[in-house]
């Protein structure tokens, strides 16, 4: 099994809305991410987790807040977007994500979340 | 300047044409990633390098270390190979930065 799956494929929230974005993994790795994909740019990095604790998290505001319950699942709690939050959220996990080696990391297809 | 420049932005070629896609970084690296993405969706990871080779299919990456460069190719095109190419480096620890990406179609 060699995929990320994330849920859900589609999300339009409200600004007061709270809710989630869910990212699952059974390739036994131990490092995962969170990007943000604004239209025909490249990937922003938001936050990193290893070992299921957080390693990175790119200066990204408060109202996103990422959980790895387990190192399978990673999730990302959304609280008082703005529209300017809109965008492809990408999960993507890799073997370990330490500095030594280079890994492959294996993207999830995202979420595309707008905010109203 | 951004760290990672790919060229060109756009591409449009006929079905059957040989495709070259470069990829310029300018810090120093531990690998290379090619990526591919689809209208609308997710990333599919196409090469991780390090030095010299890889091929898979019709594609071909290289990369040259010395001059920090590297180009990804498409043998035979084809109209499904239409995507968005990303060339990403493997910078500080677990973070990749990632090119503006170059969009490829292929036309019938």
């Known amino acids: 099994d060699t995929e990320v799956t994330q849920t859900p494929k589609h999300l339009v929230m409200g600004m007061t809305n709270k809710k989630s974005l869910k990212c699952e993994q059974h390739?036994?790795?131990?490092?995962m991410y969170w990007y943000k994909q604004k239209a025909k740019k490249p990937p922003e990095l938001m936050f990193v987790y290893s070992y299921e604790k957080l390693s990175i998290n790119e200066s990204v505001p408060s109202r996103f807040s990422p959980e790895c319950p387990n190192s399978s699942l990673l999730n990302l709690h959304l609280h008082a977007l703005q529209p300017e939050d809109s965008a492809l959220y990408l999960c993507a996990s890799s073997q370990e994500g330490g500095g030594g080696g280079a890994d492959t990391q294996y993207f999830g297809p995202g979420t595309r979340l707008t905010v109203l | 300047k951004n760290e990672v420049e790919q060229s060109p932005q756009n591409l449009t070629a006929q079905e059957g044409e040989f495709i070259t896609i470069n990829c310029s970084y300018s810090v120093g690296i531990s690998a290379l990633h090619w990526l591919q993405q689809h209208p609308g969706g997710g990333i599919v990871s196409l090469f991780m390098?390090?030095?010299g080779k890889k091929k898979h299919g019709r594609l071909i990456a290289t990369i040259n270390i010395q001059e920090k460069h590297s180009s990804l190719h498409i043998t035979a095109s084809h109209p499904r190979d239409s995507a968005v190419y990303i060339c990403a480096v493997r910078g500080g620890a677990q973070k990749l930065v990632f090119g503006q990406g170059t969009r490829l179609t292929i036309n019938p």
């Open positions: 390739m036994g790795h131990r490092a």
């Open positions: 390098l390090s030095s």
